[in-house]
């Protein structure tokens, strides 16, 4: 199972506004709660960037692989501010081959942001469309155990 958790929080070093640690079938995120959150945003899509250029996770689209490497459409996240936001959650998550945008409601502050992703993320991934390749094995959403490559 994939399991994805944003946090707000206050203890990351000076001048980190953001965080992603990696294992084997989690990722976590932190966030600084103190800091505005088009900051906090800002520095979230350098910090996916990175994540993503790891070609550690692909996107199941029809009946194609897509991942970071894939020619013409590498698998990206982007994170941004939207004035119109699809959900009731103040964020709302489209998703297109190769490219999943995260659109958030600007009023909201850092700790309502995350607060609001876990449940969006949560329903995004139950869709199981996307996969984690960690230490040769396949970590999907699916019930059952893991897959080797």
């Not at 800091?35 to 350098?46: A, G, R």
């Not at 993320?121 to 040769?136: I, N, P, R």
């Amino acid at each position: 199972m994939l399991d994805v958790a944003y946090r707000a929080v206050d203890d990351l070093p000076p001048g980190r506004l953001a965080r992603i640690d990696e294992d084997r079938g989690r990722i976590r995120v932190r966030l600084d709660r103190r800091e505005p959150l088009h900051k906090v945003v800002s520095q979230l899509n350098v910090e996916i960037d990175q994540l993503m250029k790891t070609a550690r996770w692909f996107q199941l689209w029809d009946d194609e692989i897509v991942s970071a490497n894939t020619p013409g459409r590498p698998l990206r996240i982007e994170y941004m501010l939207s004035p119109v936001i699809p959900s009731q959650m103040g964020v709302g998550v489209a998703e297109g081959k190769g490219l999943l945008r995260v659109h958030i409601c600007p009023g909201l502050d850092v700790i309502s942001f995350a607060a609001s992703m876990n449940p969006a993320t949560k329903e995004h991934l139950d869709g199981g469309h996307w996969f984690q390749l960690y230490g040769g094995e396949i970590i999907d959403n699916s019930p059952e155990p893991m897959n080797r490559v």
